[in-house]
């Protein structure tokens, strides 16, 4: 059961271009959530998604930024038009609420840097 | 919304000394979950408390939740440098589905 893939691990895009980040869950999980996390510091939440819906996106840029997660295929976090001010690692973590209360399980993240 | 504090933000300890963090709900949480991430890593699992009061320990690591299930503390009794990371408080509040970090506390172990 492979964990949970984030791709690309390093992403460099110049300013106004776009990134989209990756997240494909454990097996299984039908639970997903971003975090953004600036070097030296937390986590800082997102979004939490279940399949096909956005359950909470409060810790979400209204503008720019946008998160999906369908029914087929992996759940994407995407970023228009990046600024100097959006680099930093983009953690998911999935998890599965079924019986106890699951623990989450992070990606190796994806680096962003924006130039 | 619900918020999860943590504290210290920072802690840099001699190797050998004792580390504790302390992680504050705003609301009661069914649970408390905490996670390490080494420097350059993502966070991974430690542990998980259910229970009011409860105490668990893993070696070195004691890990508390409290009685009214709103705070929780993370002690590393004589720190080594393999310690090194940042120590995340995680709960779900009892009538919801999200899982809220706190900030984090950087340890930073001097050998």
């Known amino acids: 059961n492979a964990g949970v893939m984030q791709n690309p691990r390093h992403l460099v895009r110049r300013r106004g271009q776009e990134a989209r980040l990756r997240c494909s869950p454990m097996?299984?999980?039908?639970?997903v959530y971003w975090y953004r996390q600036l070097p030296e510091e937390g986590l800082k939440f997102m979004v939490y998604l279940q399949k096909e819906n956005i359950i909470d996106e409060s810790g979400m840029p209204k503008e720019r930024f946008s998160a999906e997660f369908p029914k087929e295929g992996p759940s994407i976090l995407r970023i228009q038009q990046v600024v100097r001010g959006d680099s930093a690692a983009y953690f998911c973590a999935s998890s599965e609420r079924q019986g106890a209360v699951p623990e989450a399980f992070f990606g190796q993240g994806t680096r962003l840097t924006v130039v | 919304g619900q918020q999860v504090m943590q504290i210290p933000q920072y802690q840099h300890v001699q190797e050998g000394e004792d580390f504790t963090t302390y992680c504050n709900s705003s609301t009661t949480l069914s649970n408390i979950q905490w996670y390490k991430q080494r420097p350059g890593g993502h966070p991974v699992f430690l542990i998980q408390l259910v229970k009011s009061g409860e105490v668990k320990k893993q070696k070195r690591l004691t890990f508390q939740f409290g009685e009214a299930k709103k705070n929780s503390s993370l002690h590393i009794t004589a720190t080594q440098t393999t310690d090194v990371g940042t120590y995340f408080c995680a709960g779900h509040q009892s009538s919801g589905n999200k899982l809220v970090f706190g900030a984090g506390t950087i340890l930073r172990v001097k050998s």
């Open positions: 097996k299984g999980h039908s639970h």
